[in-house]
């Protein structure tokens, strides 16, 4: 089943109007939340039972004439003038490629936008220009290719190894770009989907021969603004920026369905610096967000780290894997992220930082703050020994550094298992500070706020009871009691 926002396009673009002021007050009341949570929950299983198959009835239907697209540069043009059509059928690729070339040749003169019409347009992937404006019109999407052989084979990325999925050559992102500077994709909510069934079908079957291509991948650029827009059923990755700086995404939806679309991550910055994700609601098949800096000894050597993050103002669900993830490929390091102002709803977990022995690099200086719990069966995760691996030579010696992680302002009911700390004797987690945690439970036995070789410190009174890894202070910070067992493992996997 595939979750989305529980209105139509044009109720969802009032409140997008408003989003930028309510969003951050609304988030800081849990009790408020949980309200629109079960509004949000009954609205989209409601609806959206009518589009699996994609043919039904649509809660996406145009009610009204279309918005005025505003023009965001000096100069603008239409698909249409370029020989877009625009019915779903006809194949729009040249048009997009031909539209982008004109628009190229305006980039000392402040760039030109790109404006896509309501309609449907189908293409194979293209590359995006600088100083570049994608505009999408409200009831206007772009639809992937579903033949594969239209999908270009590009090189593994370097600080991948040989492959993500297979040994060789990766299929590209649908929308593409690489070295570019000052492009934006932004829109009246638009769509760009990725028509990934089939891909997501062929890859349970082993019937690719590639590693599968994310939805929309911008490389070793800076100044990316996404925005505005609606990004669904991608065949791997939806949006992933690839050693960027300065990137913004805001009030972005990003849609998959929820079980069998296999590695679906919402946003996945990878060696990226100065990012904000912000105002957003995602709803995927794996991670709504994983923060990564390359795997392994191929991380490692092309050492580009992801910093100064900031997540804020999201609702987001993922059944399978965990709302926002760290890593599992880190090996570049992660550091000065914060995530505020959360909610993650009905997901397997909530909070994940997740690496392994052979991985390297760290991750520190992370602050989670105000975030609500509802419904999830994990709440709080750090895994050290999540074994996947490019492949066997990477170096048992290269061990990660896990410290500095602060959780302040941690609310919730549902969650079966409010914390899981899971350290190791090579891979110990240091300073970790829990602070005004409440999170209710609905598993009645002992030790559910789990932990190994972890050392850190509890500031006041929390719910559930803390393990006695941890050091325990007072409301005013002055010691109560040091701990004398860091080491003690209290994990319990079958909970």
Known sequence: MVETLPVGRFQLQQQRLELKRWIPAFLSSHKTLFVLLWIAAFGSVFFWQWNIGGSGFSIFAKVGPGRPMPKMRPFAFNLTDFGGVGDGVADETAAFERAILAISKFGKRGGAQLNVPPGKWLTAPFNLTSHMTLFLAEDAEILGIQDEKRWALMPPLPSYGYGREHNG??????????????????GHNGTINGQGQSWWKKYRQKLLNHSRGPLVQIMWSSDIVISDITLRDSPFWTFHPYDCKNVTVRNVTILAPIFEAPNTDGIDPDSCEDMVIEDCYISV?????????????????????SRNILIRNLIIRSMVSAGISIGSEMSGGVSNVTVENVLVWSSRRAIRIKTAVGRGGYVRDITYRNLTFDNARVGIVIKTDYNEHPDDDFDRKALPIIRDISFTEIHGHGVRVPVRIHGS???PIRNVTFRDISIGITYKKKHIFQCAFVEGRVIGTIFPAPCENLDRYDEEERLVKLSAAQNVTDIDYDI
């Not at 050559?169 to 932004?186: A, E, F, K, M, P």
């Open 425 to 427: 004797k090579d891979i």
């Open 169 to 186: 050559s990766r299929y590209g992102s649908l929308i593409h770009g690489q070295n570019l500077r000052d492009v934006v994709i932004t």
């Open 285 to 305: 098949g794996d991670d709504a967000v994983a923060i990564k800096s390359g795997w392994d000894q191929y991380g490692i050597a092309y050492g580009r780290p």
